[in-house]
């Protein structure tokens, strides 16, 4: 029979003299007003500050959101991380930073859907709480899509992360510009050209960010959809979540039917966005992550569509 082992209790100071001992002090004199009318408002301080300032906020505000999608899950929720920010003038000293998690709060409660109209009025609204001239709302966050497998038809879910930025100021009004990084393969076409047999393949990131018109209607069309269809559709190949033997003889195979380079990639990217209607500027970024190279492949295409409208006209 297995003996009892007894173990021995130590005899501690209770908790006040533990905390005593690792520091803590009695609780000095209060002289200062606790009432909130009665207290100085340093932040609301008027005189000249020397200089404006861009931007004064918050960031890294995590907070759970619901994001609606064309794809499967329709709606799904996920955790949005945040920022929010205005500018002020020389003579304000700052900002009252709680107004900014207060309004947060607020439209969570009313159930917070992350799209474009809402983010819209959050900005709209956060710039007259806050008394100044314009807002901005940052937040990113993983959307997830359900993917099927091209010959078994398994599905998984994969995602792509997503960043929505919109500036609102009283004059100029709302400026939206969104961005999808999204995971691809691509088969290197040289590889593909001077070997006898196979081809090497890697990972890629394809990084949209795109300006949309302040007019997009978002309930006619899903953005973020669109975006993942460029960044997928001009890859070798999609990536899957669930796989099966005869899915993986038809990824790789299309892989090897569709070669890209990393400039390709770019510039077939940045062909679809240009034909988006919707989409005013955008910046295409890919990276590939070589399996065979000790170095990653980047290559990026910026170009304002505005811009060309205007030299076109003049």
Known sequence: MD????????QLPDKAQRHKLFGSVEPGPRTKPREKSKMADLQNTREDFLFDLDAVGIANVKHPITVASNLEPKTQTTVGTFEFSSSIDKSSKGTNMSRFTEQLQAFHQKGFVINL??????AKDLAERLDQKDAEIKVSYPWFYERRGPQSDLSGMNHADITIRVNYDTSAGCSIEASMSSLITTLCPCSKEISEY???NQRGEVTMTVSLTEGFDEETMDWKELLLEAAESNASARLHPVLKRPDEKMVTEQAYENPRFVEDLARLV?????????????QVQC???????MHDAIASITYDKLEDDESQEG
């Open 198 to 200: 196979s081809a090497h």
């Open 3 to 10: 003996k009892v082992r007894t173990i021995s209790k130590k």
């Open 117 to 122: 109209k809402t983010l819209k009025r959050f």
């Open 270 to 282: 940045a062909a679809d966005l240009y034909e988006m209607p919707f989409v005013t500027r955008f």
């Open 287 to 293: 990276r590939n992550e070589e399996s065979i190279h």
